[in-house]
């Protein structure tokens, strides 16, 4: 049996890899993967720790997370395939919704 103290640490892991590629990328697919990789890390303490103290309530919450995050990739896909469409770039730094 694999101790939570492990999952906790991977998750942690993850995290920071997905909160660093946020703060550094500039390419918004990029920061999008990163966003999911932060969601999937809080999902994987979540289950780690419901398993730990044997509730099914951490569960319950990722499933509540994993449909937040479906509908953050839908949406935010659509935006920026609309923002290449009109700029042809998918930059961050050039993206100015104020100014079309």
């Known amino acids: 049996m694999i101790p939570t103290s492990y999952y ?7 995290f920071a890899t997905g909160a660093t590629g946020v703060l550094v990328r500039r390419n918004a697919l990029i920061i999008f993967m990163c966003v999911e990789m932060m969601l999937n890390s809080v999902n994987l303490t979540l289950i780690a720790l419901s398993r730990q103290w044997g509730n099914l309530n951490g569960q319950i919450f990722v499933f509540i997370i994993m449909a937040v995050a479906a509908a953050e990739v839908a949406v935010g896909l659509a935006i ?8 042809k770039s998918i930059n961050i730094d050039e993206i100015n919704l104020l100014k079309w």
Do not use: D, E, F, S
Request: hydrophobic share 65%.
């Open 80 to 87: 920026l395939i609309a923002n290449t469409r009109h700029r």
């Open 8 to 14: 906790l640490i991977l998750a942690a892991l993850i």
